[in-house]
T-cell receptor
Framework: QQKVQQSPESLTVSEGAMASLNCTFS??????FRWYRQHSAKGLEVLVSIFSDGEKEEGRFTAHLNRANLHVSLHIREPQPSDSAVYLCAVGTGGYKVVFGSGTRLLVSP | EAAVTQSPRSKVAVTGGKVTLSCHQTNNHDYMYWYRQDTGHGLRLIHY???????EKGDIPDGYKASRPSQENFSLILELASLSQTAVYFC????????????FGHGTKLSVL
């Protein structure tokens, strides 16, 4: 059964510094990967989707995928206090099977 | 932008009571999902549906029923609510089931006392 783990559990960065979040998964046949952001009392919004090894950039958000290492990361360039939220990694193997990590709580201090 | 709305936004229920959570989407999506989120856990899939009048079990269906009376509406039903069902529930929709992003509602915070 797919295991998706995120690290760190929480992260504090200064405004303008790069924020890096990590996600490891266990099923090597996984074929779609997304990062979602969850602000308090709000739904989840997708930030970036990636389907093949390498890098995918969406604005200030960049995902890196290395399927051989079972690892996908999210890098946030020039984070702002409004980026403070919980970030969820979602890993899919096709069909309805999408497994979410438990999240990284990011705090961006002014 | 696609829209998924849930009601109510929060609810307090008594143990053993019946709870119905509602979800409405205006995305014209065929697929709809119910997830629950617990502290320290990621979202876990309860039920999903790909067509009106049909629902499928997800990974944690025990204690829950679902109803899809139309393409736009998807309900989650707790016939006998229990303390362990206290959680935040999210509804989502997608155009297809495979490799598609999910559009989420704002969530329903359910407290069972």
């Amino acid at each position: 059964q797919q295991k998706v783990q995120q690290s760190p559990e929480s992260l504090t960065v200064s405004e303008g510094a790069m924020a890096s979040l990590n996600c490891t998964f266990s099923d090597g046949t996984s074929n779609n990967f997304r990062w979602y952001r969850q602000h308090s009392a709000k739904g989840l919004e997708v930030l970036v989707s990636i389907f093949s090894d390498g890098e995918k950039e969406e604005g200030r958000f960049t995902a890196h995928l290395n399927r051989a290492n079972l690892h996908v990361s999210l890098h946030i360039r020039e984070p702002q206090p409004s980026d403070s939220a919980v970030y969820l990694c979602a890993v899919g193997t096709g069909g309805y099977k999408v497994v979410f990590g438990s999240g990284t709580r990011l705090l961006v201090s002014p | 932008e696609a829209a998924v709305t849930q009601s109510p936004r929060s609810k307090v229920a008594v143990t053993g009571g019946k709870v119905t959570l509602s979800c409405h989407q205006t995305n014209n999506h065929d697929y709809m999902y119910w997830y629950r989120q617990d502290t320290g856990h990621g979202l876990r899939l309860i039920h999903y549906s790909y067509v009106a009048d049909s629902t499928e079990k997800g990974d944690i269906p025990d204690g829950y029923k679902a109803s899809r009376p139309s393409q736009e509406n998807f309900s989650l039903i707790l016939e006998l609510a229990s303390l362990s069902q206290t959680a935040v529930y999210f509804c989502a929709s997608s155009r297809q089931i495979s490799n598609e992003r999910l559009f989420f509602g704002h969530g329903t915070k359910l407290s069972v006392l």
